[in-house]
């Protein structure tokens, strides 16, 4: 049995205002999150919440993951746009051309995420949020599908990306060159044994597939911190 991606977990200096800003766009449940912050439980198939943690460390350079949202024409697109400027997102330049037909925004605490065009055949039957979108080497998009049992759905050219058999979003690795690491990791995966399963035997599986196991402060009785082979921090939790 594989483990299951319990949460992709935002750290947070404001976590209740950047769960609500979330809740806003995406039209999720806001719950408590036992951490002192909030989780957000999905409204579709996406598969996996969204947690948002405190935490005192500042942003510092691009995060390594994004979403990618979708949109089903250009006034649907132009719509969430407004919704999430309304709500305090903003425009950011991380490169695009003006010829890209994306938008690329920030929330409230600078995480950046694009609103994609209609018509995008890769993301057409993903949901809302169509994709994860990371940075990340082929080793790592085939060690994260072994780990969590997702069949490679795009293996080309070094770029990578997985899909939960029961649907929902991808997520998917650009490949080479990677972007220099700045500080910590803003985003991370939380994922939990299967049903059943141990904390530990799942945390020597992750090891026997690739993972190395971390000091963090996040680590206690209830997680273990660990890293992928690209040196992504991510953590185990006690089965819920």
């Known amino acids: 049995m594989t483990c299951r991606l319990f949460a992709v977990c935002f750290e947070a200096s404001r976590p209740l205002s950047l769960a609500a800003f979330w809740a806003g766009v995406l039209g999720w449940e806001t719950v408590d999150d036992p951490r002192g912050g909030a989780a957000l439980l999905p409204g579709d198939d996406t ?52 010829q ?42 085939h060690f994260w599908s072994e780990s969590l049992g997702w069949p490679l759905v795009w293996d080309q050219d070094q770029e990578t990306a997985i899909r939960s058999p029961r649907g929902g979003p991808k997520i998917t690795w650009g490949g080479p060159p990677l972007m220099p690491r700045a500080g910590r990791d803003r985003l991370h995966f939380d994922l939990a044994p299967p049903a059943h399963g141990d904390l530990q035997a799942e945390v020597g599986h992750l090891l026997a597939l690739g993972a190395t196991r971390i ?4 680590s206690g009785d209830d997680r273990v ?10 953590c185990v939790l006690t089965p819920r």
């Open 100 to 141: 890209d037909a994306h938008v690329v925004l920030a929330d409230p605490e600078g995480n950046e995420f694009c609103v994609i065009e209609p018509g995008n055949d890769f993301l057409a039957d993903c949901g809302f949020i169509g994709a994860l979108a990371c940075d990340g080497s082929r080793e790592v998009g």
């Open 47 to 98: 598969g996996f919440r969204m947690s948002f943690v405190p935490s005192q460390e500042p942003k510092t350079g691009r995060n390594r993951m994004h979403f990618d949202l979708t949109s089903t024409s250009p006034e649907d697109q132009q719509r969430t746009v407004a919704r999430a400027l309304e709500l305090g997102a903003r425009h950011i330049d991380v490169g695009q051309s003006p």
């Open 215 to 218: 000091e963090s402060g996040k």
């Open 225 to 234: 911190t660990m890293a992928d082979p690209d040196g992504n921090e991510f």
